[in-house]
């Protein structure tokens, strides 16, 4: 549209078909209309608004309208430094029986520093809420299960190429759910190679 700004229309179509009946078919299909922004030299955005739809199977339960969105903002403080802030509001599949779907909302905040040439190293910060849509009961407690995440992130990347990646990384992350016996945390570390021609 305009030398920093852009215009985007975006459409996906998602049929959702399982092998067993643990879990209801549906199709869902989501709209999006979005721009994307330099602000300054060194600040960009990206916006994006959409709705979705859910169809289940016939019987298997009621059809579902959602708001959906993305914001997505960056910023570089100098050629090897940036941040970023990341936040999503999106639908999900259910992993447990006779719940319809989830809506997750996640926020994540990151920085990233060029150490050397071929050296990089970036940390992050997250938090996510997932909103179950139907009561369970368990232990007698009836209710919509609501599990918050929190979490962060430490990376090493090596660049021995301009073609090949090496990252070793640590991840932790804590669910808190309004079902006690759903809470966990966990200390991931990982180690991954990536070629890209």
Do not use: C
Not at 92 to 118: C, F, W
């Amino acid at each position: 549209m305009l030398p920093k700004t852009s215009f985007l229309l975006q459409y996906e179509h998602i049929d959702i078909d399982y092998d067993q009946d643990i879990l209801a078919d549906s199709t869902e299909r989501h709209y999006y209309v979005g721009l994307q922004w330099d602000m300054t030299a060194k600040s960009s955005g990206r916006f994006m608004l959409g709705y979705g739809e859910k169809d289940f199977a016939a019987d298997a339960g009621s059809d579902q309208d959602d708001l959906l969105g993305e914001i997505q903002l960056d910023h570089r403080f100098t050629p090897k430094t940036s941040v970023y802030l990341r936040a999503t509001r999106k639908t999900n599949e259910s992993d447990i029986p006779d719940v319809e779907n989830i809506m997750t909302h996640r926020t994540q905040l990151g920085y990233r520093q060029r150490l050397t040439a071929k050296l990089r190293a970036s940390i992050d910060l997250f938090y996510l809420r997932d909103s179950y849509r139907g009561e369970i009961t368990i232990d007698g407690q009836t209710d919509e299960r609501k599990d918050d995440y929190y979490g962060a992130g430490l990376a090493l990347g090596f660049a021995p190429l301009r073609w090949l990646n090496l990252t070793l990384g640590y991840r932790f992350t804590e669910r808190s759910s309004n079902f006690s016996g759903f809470d966990y945390q966990s200390n991931s570390v990982y180690l991954t190679l990536a070629a890209a021609m």
